[in-house]
């Protein structure tokens, strides 16, 4: 409403303030606005729970019952007694070849996630296509049961892996949980079955490769061994026919068990590098098969520093065998002599520092594991090899330390050995090398030995303790879980709906939003609608002095109703929230047609004229004027004829 006067917008907000702060009455109030809302809309909410309850069950019949079938396998560790006590030769072969090692359950749950696996159970069931009731695997079919096309093996190896689902046991880590889902009983079953078949046959053919490898490198020492002894028993034993000389002297055998013990250490080194050198070889290859040009990055893995490390090791580890040569009766307790004690202790802490170096190097090169296309089993690998070959390269310098140390101290002890008279350090020689060779030959052959039985009872890791069992009925869907879901589902979304519809809608239809758009709130005016019934019997106009009048005039046909006190307190309102401006005119508007404009302008004018003010109503539209019915009047003249000229403002 605009005052002439200073053009000012002039109103008062009568809305009362709550100033007690009671948030429990503005909750509910928030409550109860919000359930009225809902409430006027539960046409709508019903309408959303209705469709999205029958778009589930439409789902939850309509899906294809999937079956599920369990199956459970325990990795069992090596109990077997590969390694013989105290064998270096076995326990290097553990290590390099994982002959006799506990199996790892990740490792060989990895092997039952690979993608082989899942490729041979595949070509298996494509071997097979029909199942026992005569009816194609479904995995093997384009669309089951709409399309009985076969897939490429491929995709339904890729299939398969989707749907197996293996899981350790967080509490038993040796049991394994195998489980498939499909649409047909006898498939799950079968599949989950293949798994267990097929896994033996990975496992085995890894474990026979690993035992191959093991056997053609002790083979080959063993024949070199072999061949090495027969030289030199040859040579003895010519040597002793020629010069007659069978024994040697006191001084001379505690030099020669000294540089024996040296000969013996040093022919282990050998034997640890040629295995590790092997092992590394074969990582390598395996590594540059799944990426080429990788293996190359470890070659300075290892550096200057725990070089340092493993040639002071070396150095400490040939003092004490040299002192232990010096007391012969302390091999079983090593600790009682003083110094060995304290090389023990300086021994331990270098390997502790060598551990913490190694550790670090395999954190450093795990930027180098990043493998083309994220296959996952790819990386994994790729992770395995490279723990292994930084392990091994560690490994690797230990022993060409171990190498330099001894070599250097049988220098100094054959010093003193050629200072011996010649024949005699000829016959010590040689008894030596007979010697070394003998224990070298029986070490490796009983090895090879043990190898080979080995591999005829340790095949695989894992062995099945219950094999698939399939459910009696579909797992999948959950028809009452999906109706329910379906049902809970239009409840929420039909309630965010309408307070989002609510929310984003423009159109002022009540008081309270009217508040929150925070413009000056001068009165109420009620629907006059059903006041009106109550009053009149009938629509039309009463005739009041002559004069057909609206019936919507209820400021003059009943004051005392509610919708004449609202049109007073308005006129209160106005009047004395500018009682220091006398203004004139005022303008009533809205944004569109049938907002009550006229009903409001035509009420409060009586409501004015009541209070003794003199009102003339100007009806400013010039397209629709409904002001004039209201008073039983004619349209004309009016405004449009003074607008035009054809009549004066009076």
Same mark, same amino acid.
């Given at each position: ?48 729970? *209705? ?231 074969? &990582? ?100 395995? *090899? ?86 009696? &009925? ?51 005016? $009620? ?26 005039? *209820? ?19 106005? *009047? ?53 019915? &209201? ?5 004309? $003249? ?10 004066? &403002?009076?």
């Amino acid at each position: 409403m605009k005052n002439e006067r200073n053009g000012s917008v002039t109103a008062a907000n009568l809305s009362l303030n709550n100033h007690s702060g009671n948030g429990k009455s503005e909750g509910k109030k928030d409550f109860m606005q919000s359930m009225g809302l809902i409430l006027r809309r539960k046409w709508e909410v019903a309408g959303i729970i *209705l469709t999205t309850t029958l778009i589930a069950v439409l789902i939850a019949f309509l899906s294809t019952p999937l079956y599920l079938a369990q199956g459970t396998l325990v990795m069992e560790g090596s109990n077997n007694n590969y390694m013989s006590p105290g064998s270096d030769l076995g326990s290097l072969l553990a290590k390099n070849y994982g002959l006799g090692m506990s199996s790892n359950v990740d490792a060989e749950v990895q092997l039952i996630k690979s993608s082989r696996l899942s490729l041979k159970v595949a070509q298996k069931l494509a071997n097979e296509k029909i199942q026992r009731n005569g009816k194609l695997y479904p995995v093997l079919c384009v669309d089951y049961p709409n399309d009985s096309s076969f897939v490429p093996i491929d995709k339904a190896a890729f299939i398969i892996s989707q749907k197996l689902d293996i899981k350790k046991d967080q509490l038993k880590g040796d049991m394994v949980y195998i489980a498939y889902e499909g649409p047909s009983q006898l498939e799950a079953e079968r599949v989950v079955n293949l798994v267990f078949d097929v896994y033996a046959e990975l496992s085995g053919e890894q474990k026979r490769m690993m035992t191959r490898s093991a056997m053609e490198f002790l083979a080959n020492e063993q024949k070199r061994v072999q061949q090495k002894l027969l030289e030199d028993e040859d040579a003895l034993k010519k040597f002793m026919d020629q010069k007659g000389i069978v024994e040697v002297q006191g001084q001379t055998s505690e030099i020669i068990r000294s540089i024996s013990q040296l000969e013996d250490a040093r022919q282990g080194v050998n034997v640890k590098q040629v295995s590790t050198n092997s092992a590394i070889e074969k &990582f390598q290859q395996q590594l540059n098969s799944l990426k080429p040009g990788l293996s190359e990055q470890y070659v300075a893995a290892v550096g200057p520093t725990i070089d340092r490390y493993q040639y002071r090791l070396a150095e400490l580890e040939t003092e004490k065998l040299l002192i232990l040569s010096r007391n012969p009766g302390y091999d079983k307790q090593p600790d009682a002599i003083p110094e060995v004690k304290q090389i023990n202790e300086q021994m331990e802490s270098l390997r502790n520092e060598i551990r913490k170096i190694t550790s670090q190097l395999s954190k450093n090169s795990e930027e180098l594991l990043s493998v083309p296309g994220g296959q996952a089993d790819a990386a994994k690998e790729v992770m395995d *090899l490279n723990r292994r070959l930084i392990q091994l390269k560690v490994e690797q310098s230990q022993y060409q330390a171990q190498s330099k140390v001894i070599d250097k101290q049988l220098s100094h002890q054959r010093g003193f050995f050629q200072q011996l008279p010649e024949n005699m350090v000829e016959l010590a020689r040689l008894k030596r090398s007979v010697d070394q060779n003998e224990k070298l030959y029986k070490n490796i052959a009983e090895q090879y030995a043990e190898t080979a039985l080995w591999a005829e009872t340790r095949m695989v890791a894992g062995r099945p303790v219950d094999k698939a069992s399939v459910s009696d &009925f579909p797992v999948k869907p959950n028809k009452k879980l999906l109706i329910f879901s379906g049902l809970v589902l239009g409840l929420v979304g039909s309630i965010g709906y309408i307070f989002l519809r609510q929310t984003l809608r423009i159109k002022i239809d009540g008081i309270e939003q009217m508040k929150n758009k925070q413009h000056p709130l001068l009165g109420v005016i $009620p629907d006059l609608e059903q006041e009106r019934n109550q009053i009149f019997s009938a629509k039309g106009t009463e005739i009041i002095a002559d004069t057909a009048l609206s019936q919507s005039l *209820l400021s003059l046909h009943d004051p005392l109703s509610h919708f004449a006190e609202s049109c007073r307190r308005l006129r209160n309102n106005i *009047l004395y929230s500018h009682h220091e401006n006398d203004f004139k005119v005022m303008a009533v508007t809205s944004p569109d047609m049938g907002d009550g404009k006229s009903t409001v302008v035509a009420n409060l004018a009586v409501s004015l004229a009541e209070a003794g003010r003199q009102v003339v109503i100007i009806d400013a539209d010039l397209r629709r004027p409904n002001a004039h019915t &209201f008073f039983g009047l004619n349209v004309s $003249p009016g405004l449009n004829e003074v607008i035009s000229g054809k009549k004066k &403002f009076e």
